[in-house]
């Protein structure tokens, strides 16, 4: 019996729309609210109406089955009707950060070949300006909550919805036919335009939302992580909706006040049950003088991804809110969270176990295993996997190897079968010929009382060895030396892992996800 076969968990039929699924498992609920953002609710039997009419409606314009959508729009309502729309349709929607540039989305609609976009009115000025510089192919421009007139190439949303019939029946696809496209951030060179399947949510959301958090259908759930992040779509859209839970949708940037404002009922009076973050938002949050009372809030789960959780960041929410945070790891490749923690089983300092219907590898150098303790690149062999980079063959080989993908991480196995993170590959040291974690060196540093946040690279010494230098961004009014800091970290871990040099900083480079960009330190050093 395979790991799958051993959940229990039923595959999806030979005929399956994922968008069709989530509606016929909540089609009982019609009156209750499926989302709320800052201007209202969204009830499931509404949502059900408004995804069948923005089906009709994109399948008017003449777009066909599998050709892409755009969907450039901010966290509130209209999102995952434009999603769902797109893909009970047939199409494929292109969900893309909305914190990107022009030259950003021009490159995406030339390489998506996107027919129709649907954006948010607010984002309409960076569309236009990628549209000015792009080879494109987009015929129509559905604008959600226009902030200034439009052009006669554009169309106000609900003007779009209320001229349609609203779709019979869902296209006819497969598990295994395109559903969606994520941008892969690089740390080089363009993002890839990663390809998932109508079968790869249902399996996230039966594997990991149902079997691994247990969601339930009086949950509201809250995402620090937008939708269009491979993490964010799982917890504010596929998971919720498995199981007929309530989504609370933030359309702006999730600071620590903004967060808490949604956790203690700030917006429509509904407190979350669920929260999803990043280990950044929960630093700047436990740092924060803002920080709810925990009668405040009625937070039963709290999940942790995008970068491994220092294990000080955890016992001190615990210690304040008497609630773990679940750790785990996921990729856009994989869709979600495939090695993880458990609500009721949480080690902090480890990512966790591997999720069941998930298998792990962890490969040396030569390919071969490595020994528990020793750190392995990581591969995942699970159904969520991507179909392919689109128009990438390359990098589709070198990630997606034989029913195999390899993360690009390092993880460390250890004795109770749980796994430690050692870094991504390319950000891992050899110093004095012995692999250095850089995480392991950042979780240490912010276990000082002063340090907020730390990154750590690798640079040459006068000898061209190399030694660790680390990069502190330190908490508001505190104080720490560079003395203080490299004794601290000498005392806890092992000699030659201390930061030779330590450079203190106002912030650090980071993702849109908030994962650290050693690669722009490691550039800003090559300058100097």
Same mark, same amino acid.
């Given at each position: ?21 989530? $509606? ?13 953002? +800052? ?8 949502? +059900? ?22 969907? $450039? ?47 948010? /009115? ?109 993490? /964010? ?23 620590? +006040? ?37 009668? +405040? ?16 960041? /955890? ?101 109770? /079968? ?111």
């Amino acid at each position: 019996m395979s790991e799958l076969e051993a959940t229990g968990v039923t595959p999806p039929p030979e005929t399956f729309n994922f968008a069709a699924h989530l $509606l016929a498992r909540t089609a009982a609920r019609a009156a209750k609210p499926a989302f709320i953002d +800052d201007l209202g609710s969204l009830s499931y039997g509404a949502l +059900d109406e408004r995804v069948r009419r923005l089906a009709a409606g994109l399948r008017g314009l003449g777009i066909k089955r599998e050709e892409r959508v755009l969907l $450039l729009m901010q966290d509130v309502n209209d999102w995952p009707v434009s999603f769902l729309g797109a893909m009970y349709a047939g199409l494929v929607p292109v969900a893309v950060n909305t914190l990107l540039t022009a030259d950003d989305y021009a490159y995406m609609l030339e390489h998506s070949r996107a027919q129709a976009v649907l954006v948010s /009115g607010a984002l309409l000025p960076a569309l236009t300006a990628a549209m000015i510089k792009s080879d494109h192919e987009v015929t129509k421009v559905i604008v959600s909550r226009p902030v200034a007139p439009l052009h006669p190439a554009e169309v106000e949303f609900e003007t779009f919805l209320a001229a349609q019939v609203p779709s019979a029946k869902p296209a006819a696809t497969s598990p295994d036919d395109p559903a969606f496209w994520l941008y892969s951030s690089g740390s080089t060179g363009r993002p890839k335009g990663t390809v998932h399947s109508h079968g790869n949510p249902y399996w996230t959301a039966e594997l990991y939302g149902r079997g691994v958090l247990d969601l339930r259908e009086d949950d509201v759930c809250f995402s620090a992580a937008k939708l269009f992040f491979a993490y /964010g779509l799982g917890n504010a859209l596929s998971f919720p909706l498995s199981v007929g839970a309530t989504v609370i949708l933030m359309a702006e940037r999730p600071t620590p +006040d903004a967060t808490f404002k949604r956790w203690t009922g700030g917006v429509g009076g509904v407190k979350p049950t669920v929260f999803y973050g990043a280990p950044t938002g929960f630093a700047g949050m436990l740092a924060s003088p803002s920080l709810p009372n925990r009668s +405040d809030v009625a937070l039963r789960l709290v999940s942790s991804a995008g970068e491994a959780l220092p294990a000080e960041l /955890g016992e001190r929410f615990k210690a304040h809110f008497g609630i773990d945070i679940v750790d785990g790891i996921g990729s856009t490749e994989m869709l979600h969270i495939f090695i993880s923690n458990r609500p009721d089983h949480v080690r902090y300092g480890t990512t966790g176990w591997p999720v069941p219907g998930y298998r792990i590898e962890l490969r040396g150098d030569d390919g071969g295993p490595v020994p528990d303790g020793e750190p392995g690149d990581l591969y995942i062999h699970g159904p969520s996997a991507a179909m392919m980079y689109w128009g990438n063959r390359q990098k589709t080989r070198e990630t997606f190897q034989g029913g195999w993908t390899k993360s690009g991480d390092k993880y460390i196995r250890n004795a109770d /079968g749980s796994y430690t993170y050692g870094g991504r590959s390319d950000d891992m040291l050899k110093v004095s010929g012995i692999y250095v974690s850089p995480f392991e060196v950042e979780a240490t540093l912010v276990q000082h009382p002063a340090v907020l946040e730390a990154a750590v690279i690798g640079v040459p010494d006068a000898e061209g060895l190399t030694k660790t230098k680390a990069f502190v961004v330190l908490k508001a009014g505190a104080q720490a030396t560079d003395a203080e800091l490299k004794a601290f970290v000498k005392d806890k871990l092992a000699p030659y892992k201390y930061p030779r040099q330590i450079e203190f900083v106002t912030d650090l480079p980071k993702t849109a996800t908030g994962k650290i960009q050693r690669f722009k330190l490691r550039e800003l050093e090559g300058s100097k």
